[in-house]
């Protein structure tokens, strides 16, 4: 299994040179069931979705699209997808079941005007929108394993992806010290590689909270309680540019160092990166 990182920012795009080496374009990972050369699904659909295209080299993406929540950040790059609009194209997108709606009409109230020009229904091609449930569930040839996170502002999900032998979890938007019930640490348990949320530093414990989301401390507790071979920290603030990227890493090798656990290998996510969830090395 291989993850290409397409989008790594949180909250909203960073575009400019300040933010070009770890890159500025919102939450998306597209995930690769061994050599095959055309991804079995993406987790979230942030700006970053639209960089797939050209990776596709032409063809029409036939496949899912898992959002963990329906903030702007992780569902935007959608309709600016090219690959999957076009009337070749197939692509199912699963969105956290809530409040009895259809998985349509949850995405149509940002993809609808007047908020926005277009919806769902004008995409080209064959698109299925699912409300999904938390549970086990079998996408694109993969098991993914759906659980409810906390997160401020809508129903969030963390998911866990199996091939069989090698296994990731995703967990971009996540605030453990609000709550974090053992079916969550349970998810994450002993992955090959766990992608989670850091864009605070302890420092800013009251932002985190506020926002909803982890600190470094907190990604960092987890993946040691978790026991996970590799921790990627992802969902970058728009406001921290590569230097201030490069001090969280530095903290986050300190906070490793002294843990439970200090060989457990760390990536800051820099767009671009494809992990070999194998060997858990950026390639």
């Known amino acids: 299994m291989r993850l290409l990182l397409l989008g790594v920012r949180g909250s909203i795009a960073a575009p400019g040179h300040r933010y070009a080496r770890y890159g500025g374009n919102t939450s998306c990972v597209a995930v690769y069931r061994g050599d095959e050369p055309l991804p079995a699904l993406c987790l979230d659909a942030g700006t970053g979705l639209r960089l797939l295209s050209p990776q596709l080299r032409g063809r029409p993406f036939t496949g899912a699209v898992l959002l963990t929540h329906l903030h702007w950040d992780h569902m935007q790059g959608i309709p600016f997808f090219t690959a999957a609009d076009r009337d070749d194209a197939e692509v199912d997108v699963y969105v956290p079941a809530q409040d009895g709606r ?25 698109w299925r929108f699912v409300a999904l449930e938390p ?5 694109g040839g993969l098991r993914v394993e759906a659980v409810a996170v906390t997160h401020k502002g809508g129903r969030t999900y963390g998911y866990r992806v199996t091939d069989g032998a090698r296994s990731c979890a995703y967990l971009p938007d996540h605030a453990p010290a609000l709550g974090c019930p053992p079916e969550v640490l349970d998810l994450v348990r002993g992955v090959d590689v766990l992608l989670h949320d850091a864009q605070f530093l302890d420092s800013e414990r009251a932002l985190a909270d ?21 921790l990627v920290l992802t969902h970058h603030a728009p406001a921290r540019d590569d230097d201030g990227l ?6 986050a090798r300190a906070l490793v160092a002294a843990s439970a656990r200090p060989a457990m290998r760390l990536v800051m996510a820099r767009e671009g990166d494809l992990l070999e969830v194998a060997t858990t090395d950026p390639a």
């Open 102 to 126: 259809s998985g349509r009409d949850l995405l149509a109230q940002s993809m609808s005007p007047p908020a926005f020009p277009i919806t769902p229904e004008d995409l080209a091609g064959r």
């Open 135 to 139: 549970g086990v569930h079998h996408v």
């Open 210 to 230: 506020a926002y909803g989301h982890s600190t470094l401390g907190d990604a960092v507790g987890l993946a040691v309680a978790a026991e996970v071979g590799t």
């Open 246 to 251: 490069d001090d969280v890493a530095e903290a």
